[in-house]
């Protein structure tokens, strides 16, 4: 096909990063562009499902057997990749140059600055996917700019845009930074050379945060937001079919058969996702307080965090059920779920709005807390569970919270508002949505570039 362009989406390793990277990879199939997705050779070789149309490429970290376990540490891996992963990135391109039709652009995680230097040498787009919402991006912004500093020696923070935060409200990596720098540094380097980006694609919609996307784009004109990157069967339905990511770790479900017996809005899904790994005092707290509820509850607790349940907590009765994995897209569309107790993880928050699920909101570490202080008094979507000063969540502080949504008064009102936003967001990626024009915008551009660059390689590419 003339003039056909060819992407290679780079994703980081890690389940939370290459849903939303794969489903805006199935928009741009539709939109008539080549798609090779490529990550970690570990991560690559544990993934299932994928859809047939997207060819796997996998890259070398250096940890190939063991991925981040193998390396001695968080910060010896990333040092690693850096070292080996231009070189490998470069080599695959240029493969994959000899045997398909030649890289046009690499869509790539924020998490990799390192490949707009690749791309910018070998002539090609370059283009970071933020996977946090604006807000988030903002605070790691000021981090790099020196507007906010750390460690934090204040109690509250203001900037642009955002509502005032508390210590409680900020990406944990700013309040663990004398313990670990690292994950600030990895956070806050995502934005260290994104002036030279050819264009910035983020996973949110602009009518979720209006005021914060418009100050982005003061900074950075070329800021496209072009989610939620959810399957499309859950809001547009525009992709046939399209009914989740198509890409899993893991194989079974046995929860929506259990879920038809139960009435509307009747059950409390809980999970915490896939890298928060809870204490058993708090996990105690939270069977606690789930068997404490008059309500049904689906609770998701991975293999590695099931030997820390209560020895006496029934995995499977008539009130609950306790699995390891769930098709959390088709669980939150049941009309049988009446909240989601979550640990605010940003594509967790999104799939909540989108199929209009109220929160109950207990933040673990990352940008979670920001992302609950945006749910609760921003958006006013969910209600925050509070903490005593071990930081743990008591059964009965959580049991209040889901009885307020399920039944309350409050209830009332954040039912209401998480509907509106359902409506915005289906919206958004709609056709005509300000969502799906940043996309067809982005599109447009690639095939322009493509055709003039058809015969010579040129580095040059002009933002249409």
Not at 174 to 179: D, M, Q, R, V
Not at 286 to 303: H, I, M, N, Q, T
Not at 357 to 370: C, G, Y
Not at 412 to 417: F, Q, V
């Amino acid at each position: 096909m003339e003039n056909t362009v060819h992407c290679l989406v780079l994703s980081f390793p890690a389940q939370g990063h290459i849903n939303p990277m794969l489903q805006f990879s199935k928009l741009l199939q539709q939109e008539g562009i080549k798609i090779t997705l490529s990550t970690t050779i570990f991560f690559g070789n544990k993934l299932h499902k994928l859809p047939p149309s997207i060819t796997l490429e996998t890259i070398s970290d250096g940890f190939d057997s063991g991925g981040f376990s193998e390396a001695k540490s968080f910060r010896a891996y990333l040092d690693h990749f850096l070292q080996v992963g231009p070189q490998n990135l470069e080599k695959l391109i240029e493969r994959l140059g000899r045997t398909n039709n030649p890289i046009d652009c690499v869509i790539y995680d924020a998490f990799y600055p390192w490949v707009l230097d690749v791309t910018k040498k070998l002539g090609i787009v370059g283009v970071p996917f933020l996977t946090q919402n604006a807000g988030v991006n903002s605070i790691y912004y000021h981090v790099l700019v020196g507007k906010l500093r750390v460690p934090l020696d204040v109690e509250e923070v203001s900037l642009p845009e955002l509502p005032r935060l508390r210590r409680r409200d900020l990406p944990s990596f700013l309040l663990n930074y004398e313990k670990d720098p690292t994950f600030l540094d990895l956070a806050v380097d995502q934005f260290s050379n994104l002036d030279q980006a050819d264009w910035i694609l983020c996973n949110s919609f602009y009518e979720l945060d209006q005021e914060v996307i418009d100050w982005t784009k003061k900074i950075w004109p070329n800021f496209r937001t072009i989610g939620p990157s959810i399957p499309s069967m859950f809001l547009d339905k525009r992709i046939k079919h399209d009914e989740d990511y198509g890409a899993t770790q893991y194989k079974t479900e046995e929860c929506m058969e259990w879920l038809n017996n139960k009435p509307k809005g009747s059950v409390i899904y809980v999970s915490f996702g896939s890298l928060a790994s809870l204490n058993e005092e708090q996990l105690e707290e939270v069977a606690s307080g789930l068997k404490d509820c008059e309500s049904y509850f689906l609770w998701v607790v991975r293999p590695s965090e099931e030997t820390k349940l209560p020895k006496d907590f029934e995995k499977k009765s008539q009130k609950g059920l306790v699995v390891t994995w769930c098709s959390q897209l088709k669980v939150l569309a049941h009309e049988s779920i009446g909240c989601f107790v979550t640990h605010c993880g940003w594509n967790s928050t999104l799939e909540a709005l989108s199929l209009g699920v109220p929160i109950v909101a207990m933040p673990q570490w990352s940008d979670q807390a920001t992302n609950a202080k945006f749910i609760v008094d921003v958006w006013k979507i969910g209600i925050r569970v509070p903490c005593d000063e071990k930081q743990v969540v008591r059964r009965n502080g959580m049991k209040e919270c889901i009885l307020e949504i399920m039944d309350g008064e409050k209830g009332i009102i954040i039912k209401s508002n998480v509907m509106r936003l359902k409506a915005l967001a289906t919206s958004a990626v709609g056709v005509g949505g300000s969502s799906y024009q940043n996309i067809t915008e982005f599109v447009n551009s690639l095939f322009h570039f493509t055709s003039i660059t058809q015969s010579n390689r040129s580095p040059a590419f002009i933002l249409q």
